[in-house]
């Protein structure tokens, strides 16, 4: 089963010029990672409000993008503030635990396999 993610972040008015151009960054280095199925960012009515939504073939997937892409990972991080990130999928024990003792971060298993 695959591991959809669906994140929700702020950027403050001075700060969204630089997060444009790091997301930008970011959707592109993620074109030749074997194992992302779908990799997009939107925006809504509230211009400080971002939302990514990412999948990928399996947690081993999931894990490859943030290793391969932590330094971008960490500068759009100073960039923007993640009020929600949910995971859906089925998870390793220890990847779901890493995941809900992270504030802002809610994991859902798969209802029916």
Known sequence: MSILVR???????????DFRALAGE????IQD????????WFSGADPSTFVL????????????HNHNCGA???????????????????LSDGMRQEL?????KFTFAPLFT
């Open 26 to 29: 970011l959707t592109t280095a």
């Open 7 to 17: 994140v929700e972040v702020h950027v403050p008015d001075s700060q969204r010029d």
């Open 100 to 104: 809900e003792s992270k504030p802002g």
């Open 72 to 90: 971008l990972l960490e500068k759009i991080a100073t960039v923007s503030t993640v009020t929600r990130n949910d995971v859906y999928g089925t």
């Open 33 to 40: 990672e074997p194992g992302t199925i779908r990799y997009g």
């Open 53 to 64: 939504i990412e999948e990928f073939t399996d947690e081993g997937a999931a894990l490859a």
